[in-house]
């Protein structure tokens, strides 16, 4: 069955908390039979909190099945940046809500999964996916991306990982067979959709990041929070010599201390460099958020998202190393107008912020 694709842009300042939050509990509340959720990052206030909190509440009183997993309280590995600063915020604010949650750890990093399924299994399943964790922040003070996907056998791949998540209640080696794909539409055309997951596919995806970029023949453009991974630091900086365009947009407070790392370190270095050529090549813009900290406001350029020519790449994956051990999704969605789409929002924040 063919659906269709719908994607929503968040920039600071630009809408509510409470905007966002309808948009949510709108694809809530058009579940018939199940809706289930797995989230790294999940705690709204006041009217948000409500609007969520209540279209849940409803489904669930309905006899909509509704399961919640979350990242499990933890401890981030030495020398991962990870927000929420407080994750155990997560767990008091589902644990609130009189729902069937259930915490998801791992021995490895995060479980770091932002997606959402109604009526998986059924003709009517859809997916709700992107950079986006469900917290005030995210909704109002950095740039983010949803996509949604009404498509069986798209839905049929993360209900299978969001399966093996909550019968194992752990994250390690999950998503290793839990790939699809499929044709949507997207502006009256045919979109091919492809998602993979991490841990379990996490070195694969990297590398397959990296070929398509590649492999670009025109133009590659980035809204990433984070270009560290080395497979795909390599492949960037060399599409100057190809003669491919690029340009983009980092979060320029978190790149610096990564370089700033990778300077004081002999071995790395050369990612140092690497990462000042694709800039310049690029004439990257940066945001300057504000210094991540316990109590700081998280405003990010949330972003994880590289379009190739006319394949738009999105979802969880951080282009970083530590995100092949995460518990990650990642879409490669081949559309001309969508990646249209997405490089006109792209360029929105290229407006808003100045180069790096």
């Known amino acids: 069955m063919t659906g269709v694709l719908k994607p929503l842009f968040l920039v600071q300042g630009e809408q509510t908390a409470a905007w966002v939050a309808k948009q949510l509990a709108s694809f809530v509340t058009s579940a018939r039979s199940t809706v289930d959720l797995a989230i790294y990052d999940c705690h709204l206030e006041a009217k948000a909190a409500k609007i969520l909190l209540d279209a849940l509440r409803a489904q669930d009183r309905a006899g909509v099945a509704v399961r919640i ?28 809500s009189d729902l069937t949650v259930r915490p998801i750890g791992g021995a490895s990093h995060l479980m770091h999964h932002k997606y959402l399924i109604v009526d998986g299994g059924t003709p009517h399943a859809r997916v709700w996916t992107g950079s986006t964790n469900i917290t005030t922040a995210a909704f109002t003070l950095q740039e983010n991306n949803i996509i949604e996907i009404a498509s069986p056998t798209i839905a049929a791949a993360y209900t299978a990982d969001f399966d093996e998540l909550w019968r194992t209640g752990t994250f390690d080696g999950s998503g290793a067979h839990d790939e699809g794909t499929g044709v ?33 023949k025109r133009e590659v453009t980035v809204a990433s929070v984070y270009l560290t991974s080395e497979h795909i630091l390599d492949a960037l900086q060399g599409l100057a010599a190809r003669g491919v365009r690029l340009s983009g947009i980092v979060d320029l407070t978190q790149m610096r201390g990564v370089v700033a790392q990778w300077r004081s370190r002999p071995g790395s270095t050369w990612k140092a460099k690497a990462f000042d050529a694709v800039v310049r090549h690029g004439h990257l813009h940066g945001k300057r958020s504000t210094p991540t900290t316990p109590t700081g406001p998280h405003d990010m350029m949330h972003n994880k998202v590289i379009v190739v020519d006319d394949t738009v790449i999105t ?28 490089r006109s929002y792209i360029a929105v924040l290229l407006r808003k912020y100045p180069p790096a």
Do not use: C, K
């Not at 997993?69 to 609130?96: K, M, N, R, S």
């Not at 502006?187 to 995806?205: D, H, L, N, T, Y």
């Open 69 to 96: 997993a979350y990242a499990a309280p933890h401890t981030p590995p030495a020398g991962v940046v990870a927000e929420p600063a407080h994750p155990d915020l997560t767990a008091a604010f589902l644990g609130q």
């Open 184 to 216: 949507v539409t997207y502006e009256g055309e045919p979109a091919r959709v492809e998602v993979r997951f991490a841990p379990g596919q996490g070195g694969a995806i990297d590398r397959e990041v990296a070929r398509r970029i590649e492999r670009a």
């Open 315 to 342: 979802g969880s994956y951080n282009y970083s190393y530590s995100a092949e051990s995460n518990a990650e999704n990642i879409l490669f969605i081949e559309s001309p107008a969508l990646a249209y789409t997405y």
